[in-house]
């Protein structure tokens, strides 16, 4: 059995789609796992899962210890061998204490999953960005976790059939409690799938001087901005779905420009993948330069209002 | 207050080199030195010592020369130093098991300290996995915690929400890199250090069963990084305008 699993709907459906290929390829069937109220069981069966176990639970918050009882429970009961999970946050430490407890292999992160030699096996970026790494599994269950955007859905087959199963599982209480859920703000931006990107860094001096880059942006088709993990994480200057790294966002635009940045590897894992990178520092010495094809050593604060004009000025 | 802090010797990933030929990293002669969010875990340590007293143990599973980085969180202030062997085969598995082992052995803990993830592997396994074996409550990706006597409040970084949780003890917690500026250790420190206790145990000396692990690692791939260079430094107008003619010829300009 081939069980997926994520607290997040549109992550399901991804990982869905690896999953069907996997129980294909290793004839055994594909589980969906919804915990709590049933919403969206139509549709996974209609994006590839032959049976559909809706966990049922008062529990209405993720806690890793709860949620694990209950998967555990839930992989005991069907048989699952190969479990496919979400790479968010919930997901990761899920997947690990699930681990844990089945004394089994996990390998977080995959950016790709497939069979060889008939063994599930797993690429991993590991050093921070400088390698990937290839990693088998010996035993099963066996259990990956997927990064988003990974693996897109697969479109909709409405005639596909499946059995939905209702189950209720005993969990034994988590001691911790949940005090407060804070809703950050987000821009709802989507730096996976812009076309052309400007970031910034640690090289911007206030909040407000954010706007060189988005204006830059703006005469840029794409006009998506993005950022190092300190402007997100540290100073809170942009919201986290701008952060663009190994600890965050992977993007490959055709065109990423990165002002005031570094270029620390971490950084670099999550954009090395772009078409054209272009960097700007005022340190000939930046490491960005390195991994960018062009290059302007100057003042942000000079170089980008002028970039702004000159670009606005060629395209009309 | 019992404070057990993971701490991982891992090469400095700024300073790897690839091999030209291969791609492939070049691992042998890389500067070690402690995860970097290791360190901010060590220094919430200190910070909850400081305010209940207690002990700190660092722990550590790797190789002889770890010890150095044990001297280094010894300095900052931890009480204790434990070296565990790094046995030869090893995956999240064995390791975590073991730690969970040497914890058992180590016996009273309140609190459990583990960064978010380690610069090498950023599996984010190591921390879940101990608190799972332990069957302890976990709160993952801190970015704040206030220890009061009998309990915890920590507030949990996801990303689009943060989330506060309290939790009685034991608990495990990971830390994220943001959570604090860990300290530098001054000249007294370091030498003080020295008369600190660094225990030497083995896997064998702490879990009951031969770890075997569950996933081997069978290739390591580099990632190639070929970039033109091509650097405009002279004055400001005529490096945008070059920059501007080669975006337009590399056709990323509509
Ligand atoms: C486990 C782990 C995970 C991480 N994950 C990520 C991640 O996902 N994403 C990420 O970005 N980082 C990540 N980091 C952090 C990373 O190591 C760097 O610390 C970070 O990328 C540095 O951000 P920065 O380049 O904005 O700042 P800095 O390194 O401070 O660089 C600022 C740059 O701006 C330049 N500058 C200053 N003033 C000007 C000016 N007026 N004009 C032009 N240039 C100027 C400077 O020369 C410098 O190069 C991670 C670190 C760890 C340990
Ligand atoms: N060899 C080790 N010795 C002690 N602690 C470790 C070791 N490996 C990982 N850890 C702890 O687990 C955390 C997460 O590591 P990882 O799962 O490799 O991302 C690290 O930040 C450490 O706190």
Known sequence: MVLVYSDDHKLTLELL????????????????????????????IAHGADKVVIAETELNQFKAEEYTDILEGVI?????????????????????????????????????VYLKDKKLTAERIVYSGNAVAVEQFNTIPQIVTIPSKVFDPLPKDEKHKGEVIKKKIDVQKSSSKILK?????????????????????????????IKLVSELADVLKGRTVGCSRPIAADLKWLSEDH???????????????????????????GMRDSGVIVAINKDPEALIFKSADYGIVGDLYEVLPKLTDAIKTKMG | MNIIVCAKQVVDVSEIKVDPNTNKPILAGVPQKISDIDKNAMEEAIKIKEKHSGKITALTVG???????????????????????????????????????????????????????????????????????????????????????????????????????????????????????????????????????????????????????????????????????????????????????????EGVLR
Not at chain 1, 189 to 208: L, M
Not at chain 2, 72 to 84: C, F, K, P, T
Not at chain 2, 150 to 175: C, Q
Request: charged share 30%.
């Open chain 1, 181 to 209: 859920v804070q809703e950050m703000k987000t821009e709802g931006v989507n730096v996976e799938d812009a076309e052309i990107i400007v970031s910034c860094g640690r090289g911007f001096k206030n909040k407000e001087d």
């Open chain 1, 76 to 112: 005991k009961e069907t048989g699952s061998e190969t479990i496919l999970i979400s790479s968010n946050k919930n997901g990761k430490e899920l997947a690990s204490r699930l681990a844990a407890k089945f004394k089994a292999g996990c390998i977080t992160d995959c950016t790709n």
């Open chain 1, 17 to 44: 789609n690896k999953g069907s290929e996997l129980a294909r390829e290793l004839n055994k069937s594909l589980t969906a796992v919804i915990i709590g109220k049933d919403e969206f069981s139509k549709d996974y």
């Open chain 1, 243 to 269: 952060w663009i790294g190994l600890s965050g966002h992977k993007v490959k635009p055709k065109l990423y420009i990165a002002a005031g940045i570094s270029g620390q590897i971490q950084h670099i894992a």
């Open chain 2, 63 to 249: 190789p002889a020369d770890a010890k150095e980085r044990i001297k280094e969180l010894l300095a900052m202030g931890a009480d204790e130093g434990i070296l565990i062997a790094q046995p030869e085969k090893l995956d999240y598995y064995v390791l975590s098991n073991i730690l969970a082992a040497a914890i058992k052995k180590i016996g009273e803990y309140d609190i459990i300290l583990c960064g978010e993830a380690s610069i090498d592997l950023f599996s984010g396994q190591i921390g879940p996995r101990i608190a799972g074996l332990l069957n302890i409550p976990q709160i993952t990706y801190a970015q704040d915690i206030t220890a009061e006597k009998e309990k915890v409040v920590s507030e949990r970084n996801l990303g689009d929400k943060a989330v506060t949780i309290e939790s009685s003890f034991p608990v495990m917690i990971t830390v994220t890199k943001e959570i604090n500026e860990p300290r530098l250790p001054s000249l007294m420190q370091i030498l003080a250090a020295a008369n600190k206790p660094i225990h030497d145990w083995s896997a064998e000396d702490v879990a009951s069963e031969k770890l075997e692990p569950k996933i081997t690692t069978v290739d390591i791939k580099g990632v190639p990084m070929e970039r033109k260079n091509v650097i405009y430094q002279n004055d400001i107008d005529e490096s945008v305008g070059k920059l501007v003619d080669s975006l337009i010829k």
